[in-house]
């Protein structure tokens, strides 16, 4: 089975703070993606990659950046979060192709007072 | 820009019940559908993937359909129980590699 791990359930961090979220997947997919999820709003693409170092904007990709060092590794940065930053975040990830089937791990939790 | 609907947004019904929820998409030009289950505070569990030129697939008491050119998903659950009560939620891939739009979900109670 396919597993997507993320570093924490539940953060707290506070305005202005550095926030890295991790992710972590092991069944070697090319193709990374991070989204939030939000009531009323649905869940929405941050951003994705299709390749270690490559990377691209998503639909909401203002106040985040990421990295992708490695192949199983996707990292979400917030350089300076902010309250309106407070959601749930997912990371998923999928191999490119006919059968591009996304997995997706447990999500974080992040609130920022 | 690709839009999603799911209606209804919430469902109530007694356990036992063959059920319908619908998903209606703006832009036919998808690469795929997924439909995926969601339980409180929890991550997405994949349920079906439909590619763009199928009509429907199947895996147990769920099935569902995909009519591309009218922009419309169909999940079919047959013989409700109480453990498939979570959120439902239909997304489009728009190409190869890109992410995927969602739909904002139907809420599901299956009334034991």
């Known amino acids: 089975d396919v597993k997507v791990t993320q570093s924490s359930r539940y953060l707290v961090k506070r305005t202005g703070e550095k926030v890295f979220l991790e992710c972590v997947q092991d069944?070697?997919?090319?193709?990374m993606f991070w989204y939030r999820q939000d009531p009323g709003l649905g869940l929405r693409l941050i951003y994705f990659?299709?390749?270690?170092?490559?990377?691209e904007k998503g639909d909401i990709p203002e106040g985040y950046s990421v990295s992708r060092e490695k192949k199983e590794r996707f990292s979400l940065i917030l350089e300076s979060a902010s309250t309106n930053q407070t959601s749930m975040y997912l990371c998923?990830?999928?191999?490119?192709?006919?059968?591009?089937?996304?997995?997706f791990g447990p999500g974080t939790r992040l609130t920022v007072l | 820009k690709q839009e999603v609907t799911q209606i209804p947004a919430a469902l109530s019904v007694p356990e036992g019940e063959n059920l319908v929820l619908n998903c209606s998409f703006t832009?036919?030009?998808?690469?795929?559908l997924q439909w995926f289950r969601q339980d409180p505070g929890k991550g997405l569990t994949s349920l079906l993937l439909?590619?763009?030129?199928?009509r429907e697939q199947t895996s147990g008491r769920l099935n569902a359909s995909l009519d591309k050119s009218s922009g419309r998903s169909t999940l079919y659950i047959a013989a409700s129980q109480p453990g498939d009560s979570a959120t439902y939620l239909c997304?489009?891939?728009?190409?190869?590699?890109?992410?995927?739009?969602f739909g904002k979900g139907t809420h599901l109670i299956i009334q034991p």
């Open positions: 998923a990830s999928a191999t490119p192709g006919v059968h591009n089937e996304q997995f």
């Open positions: 997304a489009v891939r728009r190409g190869g590699a890109d992410g995927l739009t």
């Open positions: 832009d036919s030009a998808i690469y795929n």
């Open positions: 990659s299709y390749d270690v170092k490559m990377k």
């Open positions: 439909i590619q763009s030129s199928q």
């Open positions: 069944m070697d997919h090319e193709n």
